[in-house]
């Protein structure tokens, strides 16, 4: 891949955000999310790379744009595997909450697992504590691992995890362990990445949430040297269908990160749209609004925060080609 599409994706995020951000707090997530898919499109047209959809937003009959199968691209330039979300946290825009992303990540075609869109279940950590978790253990098996690699007690250890009634166990015997909870209403993308993150204070991330976010959360740790293990949870014979349709014949294997993304090389890229541990969210002051965002490259284990300003007088639409 060319080195390049690291900033091109800044572009595509940056957009995303802005365009979204005009609806946090207005409790209208399917407006913001139209806002951020709209804004994605346009400027992945301008980008130099052959790119097809294999994580959006969801089957052609399904979603207007930026869905499964979907080329992206100007049509010159490498060709790329593509799970995007244009908008990751359309109830925490809705509500006006932290942690809402919009959210790209490529890596070589043929390198992306095509999640199916269901329940996945998921552990994730940081750096530490790559080698040490096994979604098949148990939880304080995990949470002491975690802890001594990181060289805590596992009071210390904080694990973060979806607000469901289906988390209500895990949720006890995280507590039995003895180690502390963060929970969260939406958004386990970001919080599956401030595993890898101290400032964060995160440490592990449970639980079931999507599938392709799986997928997101995995190319953004494989850059940042964390890991992600994850299992299908298919609901119904439907599901299971789709799974085996999507290439994915045994539905109870373990994922791990080489099953998630292949190859040595993936890009990732995500501009807070509200204000979260890791990324501040979209301002807006009269024509000028300032964004953050994060862009990583596994190839070069990069990170970089970049924070723009915007001039939306000089470019209305976010798009100057």
Not at 216 to 229: D, F, M, N, P, R
């Amino acid at each position: 891949m060319e080195r390049s599409l690291s900033m091109e994706l800044v572009r595509v995020t940056e957009a995303a955000a802005l365009k979204s951000a005009r609806w946090m707090g207005r409790g209208k997530k399917e407006e913001a999310d139209d806002a951020a898919t709209s804004a994605m499109r346009d400027v992945f047209d301008t980008i130099p790379m052959k790119g097809t959809v294999v994580i959006g937003e969801g089957e052609m009959d399904e979603a207007p744009m930026l869905y499964i199968g979907e080329k992206l691209g100007n049509g010159y330039g490498p060709r790329v595997d593509v799970a995007v979300d244009p908008l990751e946290g359309t109830n925490i825009v809705a509500n006006g909450t932290w942690n809402a992303l919009a959210v790209i990540a490529i890596a070589d075609h043929g390198q992306l697992l095509h999640a199916p869109d269901m329940y996945m279940d998921k552990i994730a950590v940081g750096p530490e504590s790559v080698g040490k978790i096994d979604i098949n253990a148990t939880v304080a098996d995990n949470l002491k691992a975690v802890a001594e690699a990181k060289g805590k007690d596992v009071e210390d250890v904080v694990a973060t995890i979806l607000d469901r009634k289906r988390h209500q166990q895990l949720i006890h015997e995280i507590r039995d362990a003895g180690a502390r909870i963060k929970l969260i209403s939406d958004g386990d993308v970001a919080a599956a990445i401030n595993t890898a993150f101290d400032d964060t204070g995160v440490d592990i991330l449970f639980g079931s949430g999507g599938a392709p976010e799986g997928v997101l959360a995995a190319v953004a740790l494989k850059c940042l040297g964390g890991e992600i293990q994850g299992k299908l949870l298919p609901a119904n014979d439907d599901e299971l269908d789709r799974c085996i349709r999507m290439g994915i014949e045994d539905v109870n294997k373990v994922l791990y990160m080489e099953d998630f993304v292949g190859g040595e090389d993936a890009i990732f890229a995500a501009t807070g749209v509200t204000d979260g541990e890791l990324l501040q969210g979209v301002q807006f002051k009269g024509q000028k609004a300032t964004t953050q965002t994060l862009v990583m490259r596994a190839k070069s284990g990069t990170v970089r925060f970049i924070d723009g300003d915007h001039s939306l007088k000089k470019k209305p639409n976010l798009v100057i080609k």
